[in-house]
């Protein structure tokens, strides 16, 4: 039940996310003008097969995942961009998979995680209308690799902030050092630079990210920390059985707060490079 409660928080907070941080074309299932109104459909069938999972009620929730699914096989017909007919197929693949699963353990539901690459392609699909590019000329083919690299990038926040699987995000983000790679092997002199260091800054959050990596204690708070629990370790070779439960505790507090200033660096460093992302694909 405890697991339960906490992946519906997961999701709740993703839901929150995607509902008034994304843009909204449309909010039907009648298909209109908008390029992207496929992948809208499928991200709303998607939120309400977690409304319905959340409830209980599996057979709703199923209903609206084989929803989702057909509106992405849609997309797959419909989208202007070869990179979102590609993910579109392979989410929905996923999606059908997950159906066999769901009513299986809480572990296995990815529900949240579909939701996020769900918003991945409408991003991505939005990004494409409003450049609105072709493919023959460099400029324009490395705005593609930016734009499908970004859409990577974007995809490793749900791993890294949400289900914590520091596996996925590094599929991710290496999926976007290839796009990176793409584009600064044909990018303009002045745009080079810029996608160099956007290489650089995604290599970085992936060591990071990493369980064994300890970049990020290169923080005087954290240093600190680590002081008073040497400190505290010392303290416990002449303290009482009973003050020792006290220090054990006092050391438990203190891994817990240097997990959190490890995932807020983190953060502050995703947002900076999404930012990057963005100044880079304006300049071209």
Not at 105 to 129: C, D, M
Not at 202 to 229: A, C, F, G, H, P
């Amino acid at each position: 039940m405890a697991i339960l409660k906490r992946k519906a928080l997961q999701f709740s907070l993703i839901i929150f996310t995607l509902l008034y941080t994304l843009p909204l074309y449309a909010q039907t299932e009648q298909p209109t003008n908008s390029e992207n109104t496929y992948l809208h459909v499928a991200r709303n069938q998607l939120t309400i097969a977690f409304e319905e999972y959340n409830k209980g009620n599996i057979p709703e929730s199923r209903k609206s995942l084989k929803k989702a699914s057909e509106w992405l096989y849609k997309a797959v017909n419909h989208s202007k961009s070869d990179k979102v007919k590609l993910e579109s197929k392979k989410l929905a693949t996923e999606i059908d998979s997950f159906l066999l699963t769901l009513n299986k353990t809480p572990e296995e539901n990815n529900l949240g995680q579909f939701l996020h690459q769900a918003s991945s392609l409408i991003k991505r699909e939005s990004e494409h209308l409003f450049h609105s590019y072709t493919e023959s000329s460099n400029n324009n083919r490395t705005l593609k690799h930016l734009l499908d690299a970004k859409m990577h990038f974007y995809r490793a926040d749900h791993d890294i902030f949400v289900s914590h699987d520091s596996s996925d995000a590094k599929l991710e983000l290496e999926s976007a050092l290839e796009y990176l790679d793409e584009a600064s092997a044909i990018a303009r002199a002045d745009i080079k630079p810029l996608v160099n260091k956007l290489a650089q800054k995604v290599n970085n959050l992936i060591l990071l990210t990493e369980s064994n990596q300890n970049n990020w204690k290169q923080n005087n708070l954290v240093i600190s920390l680590d002081r008073s629990v040497k400190n505290l370790n010392n303290a416990k070779k002449i303290a009482t059985p009973a003050d020792k439960l006290r220090l054990n505790l006092i050391i438990d507090n203190i891994d817990q707060i240097k997990l959190g200033i490890q995932k807020n660096n983190i953060k502050i460093k995703y947002n900076s490079i999404l930012l990057d992302f963005t100044v880079t694909i304006n300049s071209i």
